[in-house]
């Protein structure tokens, strides 16, 4: 969901990865933690080791913990590496990348983390631990711990363990413990890839990204049905007003934060408060609360296609006009519905959406407009705000949609017999030669787009936003003129907007 600018721009970012062992030399890839085996190996040569990695600039810690993400090895023999890492009761071992030494002396030789292959890897071999009748499910090792590898459709076989990690990743957000929200949502994703509902704790052995947490979860609705730590959060005052708070448009978790902190507890305590003032998104939030929460449907996205581009052909006939979002991947009904724009001629698309605003005005559908004028500046790529918002020109809508023009009819709350509705719309214009990544980047998931930019930093030492690829090492931007391209130079195989739904 978009929220106001304003409410986006505190989101605390990450601290950069500590140096945690790794003395005073400068680190250069901190997203990569390494951990070398002694076994094997030897103290004085791990010693020589670390410190010519150290010297490179890598991090190398001394322990083995949760906060390593790959694991170096002289000792081939799978069976017994993998049995003393199973003894380290490591809660991240399925996400960390367990090498072998080839990989180590690669990195160093080329100074920089190479990417993982097949060949790196120490493969797991060992046999299922006693009590476990049933061995792992052929799928489960071979699923990648990026949503940017999985193929994950709308069809979600496992919802009932996905909804209650949602709401454990919501409370966490709510109490700013950002790592642990990720960690739920990266289970819960890998649990919606899945291409069959998890009947038995054991089919999750060997899925990636499912940490201990999260297991007993799953556990617990496999054997109750629910799970009492996601009851007792929905039954939570705070929880429950910070949810309410945070369904407004233009509300996000620190002005629902604040408004609880004052003691408002309902919409109407924070209307009446005198203390509390709206902003204009926040206003049209709460004009059109019952319209906007309502979820749109496929129709209407449709109906509302069919009006954009309309008014895109009367002012720019060969402007494209592309949707985007949660509808291009073949969901059945979303928040908002999401456009994106753009003109052969470089720069015309600045203005076109002020155009389109314009013409709506005119039309008497639009209900509410909040236009952000473009601030990308090719000078100033690489951006290094990634997760952040894009520069391109966008505005966020609210119209007017009349029922006759829905084929399907509007998606209103029974009883309610007016004839319109008001819908959410997201329009985004980025210049023709940005065009795809601002495609692969509108098109989502959060998750998806989460985890092409980490697979991208982690595996390929590149950047990628809405705006750009960028190659670290190299030094050098990639171009592309389709999501494809993009694809290709990160040498991922291509997935369709309907696998994107992590
Ligand atoms: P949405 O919030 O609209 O999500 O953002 P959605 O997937 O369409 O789902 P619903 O049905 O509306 O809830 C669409 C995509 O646009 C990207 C996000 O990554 C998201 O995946 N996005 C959104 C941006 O890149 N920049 C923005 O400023 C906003
Ligand atoms: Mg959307």
Known sequence: MLRAPAV???????????AGGAGRQEVKFGDVRLYLV????GLSRRSF?????????FIVDEALSDTVTHVVSEDREASSLWTWLRQRALKDLP?????????FTDSMREGRPVAVETRHLIQDTLPTPPGCSTPPPAPASSISQYACQRRTTTENRNRIFTDALEVLAESCEFNEMEGRCLAFRRAASVLKSLPAAVQRLEATRGLPCLGEHTRAVIEEILQCGHSFEVRKILSDERYQTLKLFTSVFGVGPKTAEKWYRRGLRSFSDVLAEPGVRLNRMQQSGFLHYGDISRAVSKAEARALGNIIDEAVRAIT??????????????????HDVDFIVTTPEQGREETILPQIIQRMKKQGILLYSDYQASTFDVSKLPSHRFEAMDHFAKCFLILRLEGNQVDAGLNNAEGDSRSWRAVRVDLVAPPMDRYAFALLGWTGSRQFERDLRRFARMERQML???????????KEFLAATTEKDIFAHLGLEYMEPWQRNA
């Open 95 to 103: 996400g960390m990348h367990v090498l072998d030494i080839s990989w």
């Open 464 to 474: 990628l936003d809405n705006h750009a690829l960028y190659h670290k090492t190299k």
């Open 317 to 334: 006939p060969d402007a494209q006009l592309a949707l985007t979002g949660g509808f291009r991947r073949g969901k059945e009904f979303g």
């Open 38 to 41: 002694e076994r094997k190996m």
């Open 8 to 18: 986006l721009g505190v989101r605390k970012r990450p601290r950069p990865a500590e």
């Open 49 to 57: 080791l670390t410190r010519l990695a150290r010297s490179k600039g």
